[in-house]
């Protein structure tokens, strides 16, 4: 059964800082790594999908890096601003069940 | 082009009813997938439907049940709610399986259910 850990569960940093959310995985036999964007309440926003044989998905400020052999993804956040607070949410897709992470809760304050 | 549409988008309940949710996927998506969000067990798949035809399933009781029509717009159904039906239910729509590298999910707002 795949396990999907987030780390940290919670962050909060100044305007204009660059940050690394952590995702890791128990079966390196993923089809894929998803992340996800979640404001408070309201659905989930697809950011960056990174399929397993790709190695990073980039778009904009974001860098999502995917290492199936150590079970980790990572996504980096380029000087941060107030808009990126929400909580960050990573999938990984294989031939299971799509598994979440529990996420990580972003607040970037001004 | 629209996004993935969820009705309604908030429910209360009480305990013993039953209560059908809906989901329009994004036009040409086939597959749809469904999903329960609670702060105790975060996101869990429930299941997901491609063409009419139920593909995948997760832990969750016989009370949840759900189907797709041929236009792919998915119901889900909650028989006999309990308390801890209590939750944010998402759907998902995507072009292809859920277990194919590319596809890329897209979810709707979600329909919040409260049962009392």
Redesign the interface.
């Known amino acids: 059964k795949q396990e999907v850990t987030q780390i940290p569960a919670a962050l909060s940093v100044p305007e204009g800082e660059n940050l690394v959310l952590n995702c890791s995985f128990t079966d390196s036999a993923i089809?894929?790594l998803?992340w996800?964007r979640q404001d408070p309440?309201?659905?989930?926003?697809?950011l960056l999908?990174i399929?397993?044989?790709q190695r990073e998905q980039t778009s904009g400020r974001l860098n999502a890096s995917l290492d199936k052999s150590s079970g980790r993804s990572t996504l980096y956040i380029a000087a941060s601003q107030p808009g990126d607070s929400a909580t960050y949410?990573c999938?990984s897709?294989?031939?299971y069940?799509?598994?979440?992470?529990?996420?990580t809760s972003l607040i970037v304050h001004p | 082009k629209a996004g993935?549409t969820?009705t309604p988008r908030y429910l209360i309940k009480t305990r013993g009813q039953q209560v059908t949710l809906s989901c329009s996927p994004i036009s040409g998506h086939r597959s749809v997938?469904w999903?329960q969000q609670t702060p105790g067990q975060?996101?869990?798949?429930l299941f997901?439907y491609f063409s009419e035809t139920q593909r995948?399933?997760?832990n969750f009781p016989g009370r949840f049940s759900g189907r797709q029509f041929s236009n792919s717009r998915s119901e889900m159904n909650v028989s006999t709610l309990e308390l801890g039906d209590s939750a944010?239910y998402?759907c998902?729509s995507s072009l292809s399986y859920?277990?194919?590298?590319?596809?890329?999910?897209?979810?709707?707002?979600?329909t919040?259910l409260s049962v009392l």
Do not use: D
């Not at chain 1, 309440?41 to 697809?46: A, E, H, I, Q």
């Open positions: 089809y894929n998803q996800f309440g309201k659905g989930l926003t697809s999908l399929q397993s044989s949410l999938s897709g294989g031939s069940i799509p598994t979440f992470g529990r996420g | 993935v969820q997938s999903y975060g996101l869990q798949f997901e995948n399933k997760g944010l998402l998902a859920t277990t194919i590298a590319k596809n890329i999910q897209y979810f709707g707002a979600g919040r």
